[in-house]
């Protein structure tokens, strides 16, 4: 199978490794400093279970590449437009892409009912440029659990144990394309199910990054210290009760083990996604994981002060960074 994943960063490069690992015939988007040395020296994972090596083809261009079997994007949400106005040479007519990134996705509300039916979100897709240039019937959602830094150019450090990924389709129907993908993902070493209930999934991650993402980048600690204080671990209890609240408001029932988070969270030295981008000063996923979630939030008449205030903050943060 011929795969290749968009954006060569923490998660990109861990689930490129993987799906070399897996036997699928692997090839980047990648960029800068990451290109330079994934093609002079290769992808290197370093994970708890020992350190995985890669070479897949790498370039700027994907016109090198050619048209995929699959395509998976692994970019920030605020890197998504120019990624829709690129992709085009990698796609043939039914080539899926798989959108594995934290939040709301830009194709949340293809095939819903009711009151979000043919929404579409401009914070996260301006204009519609995702929704033309690549379309709601190629995205594969991508749910994935796996605390990853990029920590030199090629390198990439693995916090999790286990690193998980789950797969499904917008409409909820069963698919063979997922199914192909998550075999090759789960002979590559990744725990991956297909779900037809791919929005309680999204949700169901949501809620740690509700929990810990503002926290960290307000405190820029990572999880572990952040957690070490007793008041931030009610808010990050309160935020998470406020995030499956909003979930279930929007008819995702889910009902997530709160003390097992914590716990997890409470242990890991990883720092947020979030956190790393507001360290390297770059663009941060506010819309993706909380601008939009509180719109969705209102329209479910479902409360969330907690995430309000903190989203508040993080806005005026990201305002500051840009104007020093
Ligand atoms: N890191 C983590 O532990 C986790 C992250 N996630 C989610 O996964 C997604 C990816 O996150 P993560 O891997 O951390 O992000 P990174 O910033 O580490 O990686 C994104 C990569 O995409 C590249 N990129 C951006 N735009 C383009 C473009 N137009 N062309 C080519 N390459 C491009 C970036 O290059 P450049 O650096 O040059 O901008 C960077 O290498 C996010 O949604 C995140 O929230 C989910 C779970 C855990
Ligand atoms: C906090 C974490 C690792 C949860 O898996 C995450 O999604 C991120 O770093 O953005």
Redesign the pocket.
Same mark, same amino acid.
């Given at each position: 199978m011929k795969v290749c994943v968009? /954006?060569? $960063?923490?998660? $990109?490069c861990h689930v490129a490794a993987r799906l070399v690992s897996g036997g699928a015939d692997v090839s980047v988007? #990648?960029? /800068?400093s990451?290109l330079a040395a994934i093609r002079e020296q290769g992808l290197r994972v370093e994970t708890p279970d020992g350190t995985l090596t890669a070479h897949p083809r790498a370039s700027?261009d994907p016109a090198d590449l050619g048209p995929q079997d699959a395509v998976l994007v692994? %970019?920030? &949400?605020p #890197?998504l437009t120019? %990624?829709a106005a &690129?992709i085009a040479p990698l796609l043939r007519p039914d080539t899926p892409v798989v959108f %594995?990134?934290? /939040?709301i996705p830009w194709w949340y509300c293809h095939g819903l009912k009711g009151d979000l039916a043919g929404r579409q979100f401009a914070e996260i897709d301006p204009d519609g440029i995702v929704w033309r240039h690549i379309g709601p019937e190629r995205a594969v959602g991508g749910v994935?659990?796996?605390?990853?830094?990029?920590t030199a150019p090629g390198t990439v450090r693995v916090l999790s144990a286990k690193s998980r990924i789950i797969l499904g389709e917008p409409t909820g129907e069963g698919s063979s394309r997922a199914a192909a993908l998550a075999a090759i993902l789960r002979a590559g070493g990744f725990v991956c199910e297909v779900t037809d209930q791919i929005r309680d999934a999204i949700w169901t991650k949501l809620a740690w990054n509700i929990a810990t993402g503002p926290i960290c980048a307000l405190a820029r600690a990572p999880m572990n210290v952040a957690l070490a204080d007793p008041t931030v671990e009610a808010a990050v209890r309160a935020l998470l009760a406020e995030g499956i609240a909003i979930a279930r408001g929007l008819g995702c029932m889910i009902a997530p083990d709160i003390d097992a988070i914590v716990k997890a969270v409470r242990s890991s030295p990883?720092k947020p996604?979030i956190l790393?981008?507001l360290e390297l000063g770059?663009p941060m996923?506010i819309d993706a994981l909380y601008t939009i979630p509180l719109a969705l939030a209102e329209m479910a008449s479902v409360p969330a002060p907690t995430l309000g205030l903190l989203t508040a903050l993080l806005r005026l943060q990201a305002q500051q960074g840009r104007q020093q």
């Open positions: 968009y /954006g060569a $960063g923490a998660i $990109g988007v #990648a960029r /800068g990451q700027d692994t %970019v920030k &949400a #890197a120019a %990624v &690129a %594995v990134m934290n /939040g994935v659990y796996s605390s990853c830094t990029v990883h996604s790393q981008d770059r996923e």
